[in-house]
């Protein structure tokens, strides 16, 4: 059992780049996520989906994008990657009937 | 406007001793609370979770206090193994509204269990 999977572990962009970090999850869970972890600043909401097709903002979603085609895919996109955007990047997922997340192992993210 | 603060970057304790690790909120609509424990490299795993309707959940070595009307909670780690030093992150949650579910999360606080 998989549960979440992040993909690439770890980029460097140069500014201006784009790219799309990759998170699927094998459990059905219909709740997904997308936190950025600063350092010591927490784990603060980029975008979250509650299904397929839907989408909504979190705290911080300014230069991101996400899209939900399926259940199981999440993926983040990064347009005109900025220094500001330098983070530890987590997906996780919840089933609805849940209170608590699984997350995957992170992406850590460079913009130089 | 931090909703959940965890004010000690840090922690040190004994091999053997109590831990103790606390978080404070503002918003007296959240009802549900959890941490979580992150190792370097690694993703956060949920440890324990408490609803706002207890004041103790306890799970082996490790139990959670909440106090609601001091909007605070504790979590309490008896004995403290070397293996338990990590990041433990505070998160709460409500269970209605657009943002159903949602986890809102402290800045962390880093234990350090000394041999």
């Known amino acids: 059992n998989a549960g979440v999977t992040q993909t690439p572990k770890f980029r460097i962009l140069k500014i201006g780049q784009s790219m799309t970090l990759q998170c699927t999850q094998d459990?059905?869970?219909?709740?997904m996520y997308w936190y950025r972890q600063d350092p010591g600043m927490g784990l603060k909401l980029i975008y979250y989906s509650v299904g397929a097709g839907i989408t909504d903002k979190g705290e911080v979603p300014n230069g991101y994008n996400v899209s939900r085609s399926t259940t199981e895919d999440f993926p983040l996109r990064l347009e005109l990657a900025a220094p500001s955007q330098t983070s530890v990047y987590f997906c996780?997922?919840?089933?609805?009937?849940?209170?608590?997340?699984?997350f995957g192992s992170g992406t850590r993210l460079t913009v130089v | 406007d931090q909703q959940v603060k965890q004010n000690s970057p840090s922690l040190s304790v004994q091999e053997g001793r109590i831990s103790i690790l606390n978080c404070d909120y503002t918003n007296s609509m959240f009802d549900y609370f959890l941490w979580y424990k992150k190792y370097p490299a690694e993703g956060p795993t949920f440890l324990i979770s408490i609803s706002s309707i207890k004041d103790k959940n306890e799970d082996g070595r490790f139990t959670v206090f909440l106090n609601k009307s001091a909007k605070h909670l504790s979590l309490h780690i008896v004995p403290s193994q070397p293996g338990d030093s990590a990041v433990y992150f505070c998160?709460?949650?409500?269970?209605?509204?657009?943002?159903?579910?949602?986890?809102?999360f402290g800045k962390g606080t880093k234990l350090s269990v000394k041999p």
């Open positions: 998160a709460a949650s409500l269970d209605y509204g657009g943002s159903q579910g949602n986890l809102i």
């Open positions: 459990m059905n869970h219909n709740y």
């Open positions: 996780a997922s919840r089933d609805p009937d849940a209170r608590s997340y699984t």
